[in-house]
């Protein structure tokens, strides 16, 4: 068991005009237990005092805001600070109001990846309890992959595959979906004259295509239904998101896969995202491993799909030649399809 002595604990920020209301919420919050470490409270009774407490305190992993303040600045003008002026995605920001109807519409809920809304009457002992410990889990997944830099060497590996592991339980059905992409991927980049020594960079780089969801809301990532437009932007965000998390480290292999998570969705004819390149312009090991991402995802049980037979898939691939898909990837993937459904058989038999 976790000793709590032994952590840092969790900094949460309380902006709210009304000094009961920060008496209230740190007396309740603190008769409750926390899984793994303490709270630490950080008070602000304005907007402006809040940005000097986020300029001091880098590492706040809650901030609870009210809406309506008496000064001008609202909890909305807050918001929009640490997410565009700030630029800290991973403080999971809860909004309480005493009034309801001045709820933000679902667009700027998104928009600015709010991650809990609810009424101050509505707000019971178990239902902050609740809205801070799903905050916490969230930070606490984004935080674990950006320490990643910190890590030495002998460790990474491990590390990688925890974190493989953790991006891919949060998207419900998709089974061992990254280990998958990872393997077949490394298996096209050797058909395709790759360096050996670098293959397993490059499979545990694809494995981690997807890092950026971590920052992805669950409820636009787990969506039975098709996503919205403006679910659709925010689920684009998973790349840059991807990007950002990796993309300072110096080691081959974070380059790796910082690449790969900013470019997998990149089309061969420009059409795909964030950045609209097309053919060469994308790097080779992203082509792959977007071909490899759809043809598994295809061939997997999601909340928003059924299984595609793989005659189905086969023909899909060979028809977005060109088009999505780079076409010298799609033939060298045919001329493999035997070795990666052998593979594919291998992994699976592992897990019985």
Same mark, same amino acid.
């Given at each position: 068991?976790?000793?709590?002595?032994?952590?840092?604990?969790?900094?949460?920020?309380?902006?709210? $005009?009304? =000094?009961?209301?920060?008496?209230?919420?740190?007396?309740?919050?603190?008769?409750?237990?926390?899984?793994?470490?303490?709270?630490?409270?950080?008070?602000?009774?304005?907007?402006?005092?809040?940005?000097?407490?986020?300029?001091?305190?880098?590492? =706040?992993?809650?901030?609870?805001?009210?809406?309506?303040? +008496?000064? !001008?600045?609202?909890?909305?003008?807050?918001?929009?600070?640490?997410?565009? $002026?700030?630029?800290?995605?991973?403080?999971?920001?809860?909004?309480?109001?005493?009034?309801?109807?001045?709820?933000?519409?679902?667009?700027?809920? /998104?928009?600015?990846?709010?991650?809990?809304?609810?009424?101050?009457? +509505? /707000?019971?002992?178990?239902?902050?309890?609740?809205?801070? =410990?799903?905050?916490?889990?969230?930070?606490?997944?984004?935080?674990?992959? #950006?320490?990643?830099?910190?890590?030495?060497?002998?460790?990474?590996?491990?590390?990688? @595959?925890?974190?493989?592991?953790?991006?891919?339980?949060?998207?419900?059905?998709?089974?061992?979906?990254? +280990?998958?992409?990872?393997?077949?991927?490394?298996? /096209?980049?050797?058909?395709?004259?790759?360096?050996?020594?670098?293959?397993?960079?490059?499979?545990?780089?694809?494995?981690?295509?997807?890092?950026?969801?971590?920052?992805?809301?669950?409820?636009?990532?787990?969506?039975?239904?098709?996503?919205?437009?403006?679910?659709? +932007? #925010?689920?684009?965000?998973?790349?840059?998101?991807?990007?950002?998390?990796?993309?300072?480290?110096?080691? !081959? /292999?974070?380059?790796?896969?910082?690449?790969?998570? @900013?470019?997998?969705? %990149?089309?061969?004819?420009?059409?795909? @995202?964030?950045?609209?390149?097309?053919?060469?312009?994308?790097?080779?090991?992203?082509?792959?491993?977007?071909?490899?991402?759809?043809?598994?995802?295809?061939?997997?049980?999601?909340?928003?799909?059924?299984?595609?037979?793989?005659?189905?898939?086969?023909?899909?691939?060979?028809? #977005?030649?060109?088009?999505?898909?780079?076409?010298?990837?799609?033939?060298?993937?045919? %001329?493999?399809? !035997?070795?990666?459904?052998?593979?594919?058989?291998?992994? %699976?038999?592992?897990?019985?």
């Amino acid at each position: 068991m976790t000793n709590k002595k032994q952590l840092k604990p969790w900094k949460v920020l309380v902006v709210d $005009d009304e =000094i009961d209301v920060h008496d209230i919420t740190e007396l309740t919050l603190k008769r409750l237990v926390f899984e793994e470490r303490n709270l630490k409270f950080i008070h602000a009774y304005s907007a402006s005092e809040a940005k000097i407490k986020l300029l001091d305190h880098s590492d =706040i992993a809650v901030a609870l805001l009210d809406v309506v303040m +008496e000064e !001008d600045t609202s909890g909305l003008d807050l918001v929009k600070f640490i997410r565009e $002026d700030f630029k800290n995605e991973s403080i999971r920001l809860i909004l309480r109001t005493g009034n309801p109807g001045l709820a933000p519409e679902e667009s700027v809920t /998104l928009m600015y990846d709010i991650n809990d809304y609810r009424g101050k009457t +509505e /707000l019971t002992a178990q239902s902050l309890k609740t809205a801070i =410990i799903t905050a916490l889990r969230a930070y606490k997944s984004i935080v674990t992959i #950006q320490n990643l830099n910190c890590e030495i060497d002998q460790t990474q590996r491990e590390l990688i @595959y925890t974190l493989g592991e953790i991006a891919e339980s949060r998207g419900i059905g998709l089974g061992r979906h990254v +280990e998958r992409v990872g393997r077949i991927t490394a298996l /096209l980049a050797e058909k395709m004259n790759f360096p050996i020594e670098h293959l397993d960079h490059i499979r545990l780089g694809a494995s981690m295509h997807d890092i950026g969801k971590m920052a992805i809301n669950d409820n636009i990532l787990n969506k039975p239904g098709i996503l919205t437009a403006e679910e659709f +932007e #925010q689920m684009k965000k998973h790349c840059d998101y991807g990007h950002e998390i990796l993309k300072n480290s110096e080691r !081959d /292999l974070l380059k790796t896969a910082a690449i790969i998570a @900013y470019e997998h969705h %990149e089309n061969y004819d420009s059409t795909g @995202y964030p950045r609209g390149l097309k053919g060469e312009e994308i790097h080779l090991i992203s082509r792959i491993v977007a071909l490899v991402d759809v043809f598994d995802a295809l061939a997997t049980k999601r909340v928003y799909k059924e299984i595609w037979p793989q005659d189905e898939i086969l023909s899909y691939i060979r028809s #977005q030649s060109g088009l999505k898909f780079d076409p010298h990837v799609v033939e060298v993937f045919f %001329e493999n399809i !035997d070795a990666i459904n052998a593979l594919i058989v291998s992994i %699976e038999s592992e897990d019985k």
